[in-house]
């Protein structure tokens, strides 16, 4: 066949070629400029969102040490916060996502414990508890509707309290300190809703220990937001976690800490990569502009 033909014979292929190729990359920029609110679910997407916790707090905690050597009972310690964090994270991807996050509380106040009969002798517990919980959950995402996803869960928490201060007794004064930690499993569910692709709406709610670690932990948390633009979303919200942790001294006396923090959240969720610029969601992004 002559050199000619067969160039003649080859450029109707590479026409073809060419036009396919040009068809998909325009159908992938096209899906690429489709606003999804949790981001494009055929590749890896990441988020982060701190949270400032504006907390109240009730509960008891028992020092070991207390407990044993002095007789004492579990004393509402924990009415008093002096710092609260928590930091979520996300990384998914199709159905799966899997999501770590800290929480950071701290707590200080000073309690009389023992009073004498006419008042003159007291014995004074002055308490800082720093508590650190880590959890790591993972689960599918199922799609139900362009407007509403859920997210049913399993995972661990875990919990560790350090308890530290001193007693100011009647002689003399005590110094303790103390780290207590344990593992929960935990089950539950995340629940979202977009009644407009720019207003995320979501709840959390789990619930777990069982006896593993602690006696009951259960947390949960709803937020309202509003994406400023494809990399942000501002929330505010209500969060709430719970503790039931109990254990035994040598002697048998009962130590432990039981707790509940609740309180207004406001934290700002950043995402990576960028969510679409799409201009339906985002007027910025038109060409008229």
């Known amino acids: 066949m002559p050199v000619k033909n067969m160039i003649s014979s080859k450029i109707p292929v590479c026409i073809t070629m060419i036009i396919l190729l040009l068809g998909l990359t325009f159908q ?9 609110p949790k981001g ?7 988020n982060i969102t701190p ?41 998914s991807k199709g ?30 517990a002055e308490p800082s508890m720093q508590k650190h919980i880590l959890e790591l959950i993972a689960g599918m995402r199922f799609r139900l509707g362009t407007k509403f996803m859920l997210d049913p869960y399993i995972g661990f928490r875990y919990t560790m309290y350090h308890l530290f201060g001193s007693i ?11 780290n207590v930690d344990f593992w929960d499993p935990v089950l539950g569910f995340k ?15 789990d619930i777990g220990g069982f006896g593993v670690g602690s006696k009951l932990t259960w947390s949960t948390w709803f937020n309202i937001g509003y994406s400023v633009s ?13 503790n039931q942790y109990e254990s035994e001294t040598a002697s048998g006396r009962t130590y432990g ?12 969720r950043f995402f990576i990569p960028s969510r679409a610029k799409d201009p339906g969601v985002f007027k910025k992004f038109s060409k008229k502009d």
């Not at 996502?97 to 200080?108: D, G, M, Q, T």
């Not at 100011?168 to 103390?178: K, L, S, W």
């Not at 977009?194 to 959390?204: A, F, G, M, T």
């Not at 800490?257 to 700002?268: Q, R």
Request: proline share 5%.
């Open 40 to 46: 494009n679910p055929d590749k890896w997407n990441f």
């Open 168 to 178: 100011q007794g009647i002689a003399n004064t005590n110094e303790f300190d103390e």
């Open 230 to 242: 494809p990399t942000v979303d501002l929330l505010v919200g209500f969060a709430a976690l719970s």
């Open 191 to 205: 629940a979202h809703l977009y009644l407009h692709p720019r207003i995320p709406i979501e709840l959390k709610a």
């Open 95 to 124: 159905k799966f996502f899997v999501a770590p996050s800290y929480i950071y509380l701290h707590n200080e106040v000073a309690k009389i414990l023992w009073t004498s009969q006419n008042g003159n002798q007291t014995i004074t």
């Open 51 to 91: 949270f400032l916790i504006l907390p109240w707090v009730n509960g008891k905690v028992q020092s070991e040490m207390l407990s044993q050597d002095f007789g004492i009972d579990p004393s509402d310690f924990v009415n008093s916060l002096n710092g609260t964090f928590m930091i979520n994270t996300e990384l």
């Open 257 to 268: 800490m039981t707790s509940l923090t609740y309180g207004i959240s406001i934290g700002a």
């Open 28 to 36: 992938s920029h096209c899906q690429d400029n489709k606003y999804d």
